[in-house]
């Protein structure tokens, strides 16, 4: 069993900064990837960045070159850095942890972000 807390969300103006936060707890030693998806309303769920316990990371093309997502083994916590930050970014934003590469087993209780123009 793996429990997920995220905090960082809020609203911020097109052009600002966000910093999400996410921390596990219980049996993190199973876990290899960590990241989080989105949900806008109406809108598909979709991966906006993950990162596994070696550091290999994938980003979903809407935010390459904006956000950054780093991990801290040790804190067992991950962090997505949102730069450049636009109103479609706008959604709520749930951490995940995955006991691979490819599936979601673990989720945050999401935060929402909004990005005001």
């Known amino acids: 069993q793996v429990q997920l807390v995220e905090s960082g969300g809020g609203l911020v103006q097109a052009g600002g900064s966000l910093r999400l936060s996410c921390a596990a707890s219980g049996s993190t030693f199973s876990i290899n990837a960590m990241g989080w998806y989105r949900q806008a309303p109406g809108k598909q769920r979709e991966l906006v960045a993950k990162i596994s316990s070696g550091g290999d990371i994938n980003y979903a093309d809407s935010v390459k070159g904006r956000f950054t997502i780093s991990r801290d083994n040790a804190k067992n916590t991950v962090y997505l850095q949102m730069n450049s930050l636009k109103p479609e970014d706008t959604a709520i934003y749930y951490c995940?942890?995955?006991?691979?590469?490819?599936?979601?087993?673990?989720w945050g209780q999401g935060t929402q972000v909004t990005v005001s123009s």
């Open positions: 995940y942890a995955g006991r691979n590469w490819y599936d979601p087993h673990y």
